[in-house]
């Protein structure tokens, strides 16, 4: 079996497993496990056609992916690559029914789950339960006028300038935050094929979205940064950008909360439609 650091020029042959596995999982996209190879230490694994990529959770536990998805094909092989790891990661629901319960161990961490909202609601606010996003948003516009673009590369430097200020309200170490992918994004724009907004407010450049297609239906958000100053900025760019999705992109995929406390009172309280599980496999 082939190993190698995962790099750029695993770009292409990823991008089509991972698109067959037709997973809304946020790792089955080739931006995700790039940008943030430096908090999983991933790795490729070749080996015939079966592609595994090797790396460890943020709670320090070595897991072996299958590029593709678990499937019947793929069985023998996934199991030989886990070897000495300590299991297959991430098992969507979907892919359980390869795995017998008798003979193996299947478990989950809530800190790994991804949050999914229907774009549809997050676009209109409906509803008493984002009553107070509504509320917010409604204060925002009648406070501002703001202005949204597409983010393309001319606009990066007005991006890097809202990364900057969100880092120091952050009051962490950029290490601890996901500041330098979000660098690295802004880079490798064009050659990941991310894509997302700005938006302005009185012509100060006050938050950006970047993310990317991920399965038929839905749309990841990899980044979403604000500038806390402007109070509501974060209720506006999602309702902004959900409005202006191709209505194709029925789904919107926040991603994990990574044991975050302050991360998990955000995503909740936009009350997911869906909580996507990543289970952990390994036979008994």
């Known amino acids: 079996m082939n ?7 695993h770009q292409t042959i990823l991008q089509d497993k991972l698109k067959k596995s037709g997973s809304l999982l946020s790792e089955y996209s080739f ?14 694994l070749t080996e015939d056609e079966n592609i ?3 790396g460890k959770t943020y709670d320090g536990k070595k897991f072996i992916m ?67 996003k509504k509320n917010l948003l409604n204060q925002f516009l009648s406070l501002y006028s703001p202005m949204a673009k597409p983010l393309t590369k001319d606009l990066m430097d007005d991006a890097r300038n809202i990364l900057d200020e969100w880092q120091l309200d952050m009051n962490e170490p950029k ?3 996901d500041y330098y992918p979000a660098l690295e994004a802004f880079k490798l724009y064009d050659e990941l ?5 700005i938006y302005y407010v009185e012509n100060e450049p006050a938050g950006f979205i970047i993310g990317e297609e991920i399965g038929e239906k839905a749309f990841a958000l990899h980044f979403a940064k604000g500038k806390r100053k402007f109070k ?8 902004h950008f959900a409005g202006i999705l191709p209505k194709k992109y029925e789904l919107l995929n926040f ?5 975050k406390l302050a991360l998990k009172i955000a995503k909740s309280s936009y009350h997911p439609d869906m909580v996507l599980k990543k289970y952990r496999v390994c036979p008994k």
Do not use: W
Not at 31 to 44: Q, S, T
Not at 97 to 107: A, R, V
Not at 193 to 197: A, D, N, R, S
């Open 3 to 9: 190993i190698e650091k995962l790099s750029l020029s």
């Open 31 to 44: 931006a995700n496990l790039y940008l943030f190879r430096g908090f999983h230490d991933y790795e490729v």
């Open 52 to 54: 595994f990529i090797a």
């Open 66 to 132: 299958p590029a593709e998805g678990a499937n019947a094909r793929n069985f023998r092989p996934l199991l030989k690559a886990l070897g000495e790891r300590d299991f297959i990661f991430p098992i969507a629901e979907e892919m359980l029914g390869n795995f017998d319960p008798e003979l193996f161990e299947i478990k989950y961490s809530e800190n790994d789950s991804d949050y999914v909202y229907l774009t549809e609601r997050l676009a209109t606010y409906k509803g008493q339960k984002l009553h107070s």
């Open 175 to 177: 290490t601890d935050t």
């Open 193 to 197: 094929v991310l894509c997302g907004g």
């Open 232 to 239: 509501g900025m974060y209720q506006y760019m999602f309702n």
């Open 255 to 259: 991603e994990q909360d990574m044991g």
